[in-house]
């Protein structure tokens, strides 16, 4: 069976989760091939198994054989439509394919318009879905409307869904009641435990301005409304005194929530709170680091289909204080490997919280909790990396694509 992985981001163009999801799925899609070869008699090419595993990816030439790159043309389309281009160019290079797996709306054009052009099998893994998350006409303007009709038309057409999270496929089902539920199948991501553990040294902290010797909450993500950032700083003022509050920041979506950003930032420069932004890249080992010595991992997310960097927080040992939105329950227990923090939405169809102010308070209040008892925060720290090693393999996550991938 031949499959290919179609995809914004890959290595080293990597910004999100579905990008980390894709990079370790494709790995260990591409371990089951086995040494044995492609098609040999009983072994992982054989019926139902994998002969080969390419990934078609937006961007310029990746150095992996098995890697095709597009990149997008220099033309003023906007996103969406340059989006649109790249996938046609894609969905011509995948009519060998027996199964194109799609992942996130950019991709899930080319997805479809292979199925439609060559007959081939079209997978979407859902990593978010585009009508809840309103935020996007902020970034996407206009081509907001072409995102939703790109996913609606692939989830809609695909012969299977895969959901990464309980929620997600409620979620899938309500949005797109034309889905058939039998089709629609919940496999999460995984997290890779050996590179993601325990890191003892402290010279990251020091080389990004944190004093290993004060305790420190932590947030990863990108500068985006669906992360809830906002609404963390807002809780800074209310965090215990002398605690450090550090931000490791992907790209903003648009100028404007950059600005705010900043603006929160700067407003708190007279708290009792020190915030410690880090706005570069951070490799795999420095992160570990950042996140061992952390007292807690804080994820205030809006929407979040499952969260893998709550994963990456509890492999490393770290307690997790996270909204409970989503698929968020799926992987942090609350009061076991971490602290749910209740989340409701308003009524305006902006995904922003029904009452900020409380929200606010109850971040600080999870995260206080833990500064306050270092034993607690230790032990749902030691719980949560128990659990992401039990239960959250990359090697038993691709068993289960391959699965999907041979019922069709």
């Not at 206009?142 to 009709?149: D, E, Q």
């Not at 008892?373 to 720290?381: C, H, I, Q």
Request: contains cysteine; aromatic residues 6%.
């Amino acid at each position: 069976m031949r499959v290919e992985l179609l995809t914004r981001e890959y290595p080293p163009h990597v910004y999100g989760g579905a990008g980390v999801h894709v990079t370790e799925l494709a790995a260990a899609l591409r371990d089951r091939i086995g040494p044995a070869g492609p098609g040999a008699a009983g072994g992982p090419g054989g019926p139902g198994g994998l002969a080969d595993v390419t990934v078609r990816c937006f961007g310029p030439p990746r150095p992996e054989p098995w890697v095709v790159g597009y990149p997008e043309p220099a033309l003023d389309l906007g996103m969406a439509l340059r989006t649109l281009a790249v996938a046609e160019r894609i969905a011509a290079d995948a009519g060998a394919a027996d199964v194109v797996h799609s992942h996130t709306w950019y991709a899930n054009a080319a997805g479809h318009l292979a199925q439609l052009a060559h007959g081939v099998r079209h997978v979407v893994t859902t990593h978010s879905l585009e009508p809840l998350r309103p935020w996007k006409a902020e970034q996407l303007g206009t081509g907001y409307a072409v995102s939703r009709w790109i996913e609606r038309s692939a989830v809609e057409a695909a012969d299977a869904v895969i959901a990464v999270s309980e929620a997600m496929r409620r979620d899938v089902l309500a949005v797109y009641p034309r889905v058939r539920a039998e089709r629609v199948h919940v496999i999460g991501s995984g997290i890779d435990t050996e590179s993601f553990r325990p890191q003892p040294g402290t010279e990251a902290l020091v080389a990004a301005g944190v004093d290993p010797a004060r305790p420190y909450v932590l947030f990863v993500g990108r500068v985006t409304r669906q992360k809830g950032l906002a609404h963390l700083l807002a809780a800074a003022e209310q965090l215990l005194p002398g605690t450090q509050l550090v931000l490791v920041l992907g790209a903003a979506d648009t100028p404007r929530i950059a600005a705010e950003t900043d603006r929160a930032i700067a407003d708190l420069a007279a708290s009792p709170v020190t915030v410690v932004p880090i706005r570069r890249f951070v490799d795999r080992r420095s992160l570990c680091q950042l996140l061992t010595h952390a007292v807690a991992f804080v994820c205030p997310s809006l929407y979040e289909p499952q969260g893998i960097v709550n994963l990456e927080a509890m492999a490393c040992g770290t307690a997790v204080v996270a909204t409970a939105v989503g698929g968020i329950p799926d992987v942090v227990v609350d009061k076991e490997t971490g602290l749910l923090v209740p989340f409701a939405a308003g009524d305006d169809a902006t995904g922003e919280p029904r009452d900020p102010t409380a929200l606010a308070g109850r971040l600080a209040e999870s995260l206080n909790t833990l500064i306050d008892d270092r034993d607690l925060a230790r032990e749902l720290g030691t719980a949560g990396r128990e659990r992401a090693v039990a239960e959250f393999s990359w090697k038993e996550i691709a068993g289960r694509v391959t699965e999907v991938y041979a019922s069709l």
